[in-house]
């Protein structure tokens, strides 16, 4: 790409991807109109936990990110790199992934760990586990050896992934929250009935009561017909 080419700001739209290209680089030790704004609201953002790995990436490898100080190697690779990001389909996580590694290796960004983290601590907690009926000694070894090594690989990014495939193909783990899943829809199930049910009878008390009504009323009326009958006679 020619310097020409950085030398304008460029807006990209790709379904929700919005994309600002700042060009024109500081001159003089000053910076474009805006353009300081700009870059410390983005400076804010990354403290931001990321919803998946995708929009983390769209974060983090925007060319405006190397504009401040100006790196003409990073922001030609930022724009290839991004522009793949705008195309790739954002369920894609083996392709994330390779992207990750590239922005990673050219760029020098760091993706955070938090997400992956606390969902592999989450699922294997020992705490998950200790009220369980009967008691597995299995479950909880497994759960206490991955938690530990979740634990001292906090920071790790790949590590981390090694070790959720390995935790999601536990099979005493998954057989657990299998279960904890059938008994969960199961409970759902007895509720649902018990809420028809409960509906069930009020629908037949409403019933009866207007069928008294009808009864009084026609009672009612009957008696009525007769005094007036009576008054003739």
């Known amino acids: 790409m020619s310097n020409s080419g950085i030398d304008e700001v460029v807006m990209h739209r790709e379904g929700n991807i919005k994309w600002e290209e700042i060009s024109k680089v500081m001159r003089d030790g000053k910076n474009p109109s805006g353009t300081q704004e700009a870059i410390e609201a983005h400076k804010i953002s990354h403290s931001e936990t990321y919803e998946s790995l995708y929009m983390e990436l769209l974060d983090k490898c925007n060319p405006r990110n190397f504009m401040e100080p100006y790196d003409k190697k990073k922001v030609d690779a930022a724009i290839l790199i991004y522009n793949d990001l ?3 389909d ?7 992934r390779v992207i990750r590694d ?19 601590i989450d699922y294997c907690n020992p705490q998950n586990f200790l ?20 634990r001292a690989n906090k920071n790790d990014i790949h590590e981390l992934e090694r070790l959720s495939s390995q935790i999601y193909a536990s099979k005493v783990i998954s057989l657990f929250y299998a279960r904890k899943k059938k008994e969960k829809e199961e409970e759902r199930v007895r509720i649902d009935e018990e809420k028809r049910l409960e509906k069930q009878e009020k629908l037949y008390e409403r019933n009866i009561l207007i069928l008294l009504l009808c009864v009084l009323l026609i009672l009612g009326f009957s008696s009525l017909l007769i005094i007036y009958i009576l008054g003739f006679l």
């Open 102 to 120: 590239r922005a990673t290796l050219e760029l020098g960004i760091n993706v955070s760990t938090d997400r992956l983290y606390k969902e592999l």
């Open 131 to 150: 009220t369980t009926v009967p008691f597995q000694a299995d479950l909880l070894q497994a759960a206490n050896h991955f938690y530990a090594e979740v």
């Open 90 to 96: 954002k369920t894609n996580e083996k392709h994330i």
């Open 86 to 88: 705008s195309r790739i």
